[in-house]
């Protein structure tokens, strides 16, 4: 089955820095890459996915890219600000033969003043 | 914005009763999952559900474990007799308004959880 790593397991910016998130996933028939936001209590809000089709995507402050050959993606924040301190988690999918999300083990993203 | 509800949001339970968490999905959505996250941990996946059937589930998701659409609205889990490492946060998620055709599992919408503790 399919398999995802993540790294960071924390990460501590400062405000107005950039943060960068990385996922690598072990399943080739993978084609959608969701990134959730987890605030403390809270359940996981997503916030930016890709399909395979695509190799780049961005909103706003937020962007994402994919690399279907070495099977990896990460998630880009730019000009971080406090409220994005959360645990954030990637995420794989194979829709054609699937429907369960599997997810990385989460970073914890703290932006500092 | 249309938003997946839960309750309880907090569950306290002796070892061996059994308990049922609740979930009302977003209303056009037409497949519904359970995920659970143990403390600190990551979330994991237990079953999907579409059209009054299971589509897919977990190792974890054993005879202890049953899911339910009773109405129009609710989805449920049950857990038979809980365990002491049943205790987690058990989210509720749903995707796949109608027409959304190869994608309906994707943009899968997640609850705020429930925290099942099991004495």
């Known amino acids: 089955g399919e398999n995802v790593e993540q790294h960071p397991s924390t990460l501590s910016v400062q405000e107005g820095d950039s943060a960068v998130i990385k996922c690598t996933y072990s399943d080739s028939a993978s084609n959608y890459f969701p990134w959730y936001k987890q605030e403390l209590g809270k359940g996981p809000q997503l916030i930016i996915d890709?399909?395979?089709?695509?190799g780049e995507k961005k909103d706003q402050r937020i962007a994402v890219t994919l690399n279907k050959t070495a099977k990896h993606f990460s998630l880009h924040i730019t000009e971080t600000q406090p409220e994005d301190s959360a645990v954030y988690f990637c995420?794989?999918?194979?829709?054609?033969?699937?429907?369960?999300?599997?997810f990385g083990t989460g970073t914890r993203l703290q932006v500092t003043l | 914005e249309p938003e997946v509800t839960q309750t309880p949001s907090h569950q306290v339970t002796q070892m061996g009763q059994e308990v049922i968490l609740r979930c009302v999905p977003i209303s056009n959505h037409l497949y519904f999952y359970w995920y659970r996250q143990i403390l600190g941990q990551k979330v994991e996946f237990l079953v999907s559900?579409?059209?009054?059937?299971?589509?897919?589930k977990s190792e974890i998701f054993d005879d202890q474990f049953s899911v339910e659409r009773p109405d129009g609205s609710n989805f449920t889990l049950k857990i038979r007799s809980t365990k002491l490492e049943d205790s987690a946060m058990y989210f509720c998620?749903?995707?796949?308004?109608?027409?959304?055709?190869?994608?309906?599992?994707?943009?899968?919408?997640f609850g705020p959880g429930t925290r099942l503790t099991v004495l």
């Open positions: 559900f579409y059209n009054n059937e299971i589509s897919e």
């Open positions: 998620a749903s995707s796949g308004p109608r027409g959304s055709g190869g994608n309906k599992h994707n943009e899968q919408f």
């Open positions: 995420a794989a999918l194979d829709t054609g033969t699937a429907s369960k999300l599997t």
């Open positions: 890709i399909r395979s089709n695509v």
